[in-house]
């Protein structure tokens, strides 16, 4: 299987390799049209501030590439955020997979949200297997509202998506790479998508 | 809901862990690594490592580790100690470190907050503020405690916030090492002043304290070393207490 982790220059990518390497696999780091095009599972990281990640995005031409992708692709963090149509967080535009507009949370919480918080109303092969309310580890000061996309909810100051889904494309809000052996187990779940 | 959160400090010379450690199921006492895997089994939300050593070879030494624990562990990390500019975070981010804390060099040059926020996102930014109180006032420390400077606690705390800290790890120097609990009315100021969460540092002693740092103290996650180290609270039994005490914790 050939595992695609797409390298625009965001994010923690070191964590997600390791932790594809526990599960058994190998992946590859790419900036490449065509190495993303032939990969069986594409994985979309991103840290960081979401205007210019998107600035690097369409400097190398790949947010024109990602929607058109056929195959499992995840976006994790701000790669999820980027899928959406929008984002409040310096007011870009999206790559639009996910018909959401990204929003900050208000100062009636701290932000940003930092640390474990639960999914439930599971509702994808991405879950198999995995309990409702199990902790995942949560980095983030924006987040997309409920949508018929929401694949999981998580409570902080609102309920929110804190997973989407689209056809082939699938987004966490939180890190899997970093939310224990469960979180690696939802990693595990997509690479056997 | 979002848990408070444990986190066990380790503190790392030339790439050993140096705080005498008691686990009789260490094959090596030493190793940081096979202690942050013990920890994360054991149901610890964070680590943070301390790097202290002093040496040239720190930098690579420090990578190293940075890499193996990394490749090791499943829960995220932050690495501190002496990182003075936007490479030393470059590369130890770039080897799996989810978060960086700085302490003296952001004293010394505060814009560097501001230059790693933008660069590498709030979200990995820590700011760690040594205070204690003189003459009734919370005065940040450098150097361990040992060097007092001009800034008070709470307007240095708000500072750091607005150049774009993620998080502020606060160690009360008055406490640290006491064992006597943590400095709870300094950290309720601090969680009503800022509007980042907050990490409790210096004087655990016993859960009871662990308990009064998250209800009075209104901290987000609380940090300690020995009491870990030396299994005087093992990190399940003292989650276990938390919940039964009503605070939301991830077993």
Known sequence: MKIVIINY???????????????????????????????????????????SAMKMLLASGLDSLIPTLTQPVLGICLGMQLMCNKSEEGNTNGLGI??????????????????????????????DGIAENEYMYLVHSFYAPLCDEAIATTNYEVEYASALQKDNFYGTQFHPEKSGDVGEKILGNFLKL | MLTKRI???????????????????????G??????????????????????????????????????????INIPFTVGGGISSVEDVEILLQNGADKVSINSSA??????????????????VVVA????????RWIVHLVGGKVPTELNLFDWAKEVEQRGAGEILFTSMD???????????????????????????????????????????????????SVFHFKEIEIKTLKKELKNNNIEVRI
Not at chain 1, 34 to 48: L, Y
Not at chain 2, 46 to 51: A, I, M, R, S
């Open chain 1, 9 to 51: 220059g965001a994010g923690n990518i070191q964590s997600i390799m390791f932790a594809i390497e526990r599960l058994g696999f190998k992946a590859v780091l790419s900036n490449n049209p065509d190495e993303i095009k032939a990969a069986d599972k594409v994985i979309f990281p991103g840290v960081g501030e979401a205007s």
């Open chain 2, 107 to 124: 004293v010394k040059n505060p814009q560097l907050i501001n230059d790693l926020a933008q660069k590498f996102g709030s979200q990995c």
């Open chain 2, 129 to 136: 503020i040594d205070a204690k109180q003189i003459d009734g």
């Open chain 2, 7 to 29: 986190i066990p400090c380790l503190d790392i010379k030339n790439g050993r862990t140096v705080k005498g450690v008691n686990f009789v199921d260490l094959r090596d006492a």
């Open chain 2, 175 to 225: 406490n640290d090492g006491t064992k006597n609990g943590f400095a709870n009315e300094a950290l309720a100021k601090l969680s009503s002043l800022v509007n980042i969460p907050i990490i409790a540092s210096g004087g655990a002693g016993n859960i009871q304290h662990f308990v009064d740092t998250f209800i009075d103290g209104k901290a987000d996650a609380a940090l300690a070393a």
């Open chain 1, 98 to 127: 996910f018909n959401i507009d990204v929003i900050k949370f208000t100062s009636k919480v701290k932000v940003p949200q930092m640390g474990w918080n639960q999914i439930y109303n599971l509702k994808s092969a991405l879950f």
């Open chain 2, 31 to 72: 190793d940081p690594v096979e202690l942050a895997k013990i920890y994360s089994d054991e149901g610890a939300d964070e680590l943070v490592f301390l790097d202290i050593s002093a040496t040239e070879e720190r930098r690579k030494t420090l990578v190293d580790l940075v890499r193996k624990v990394a490749s090791t």
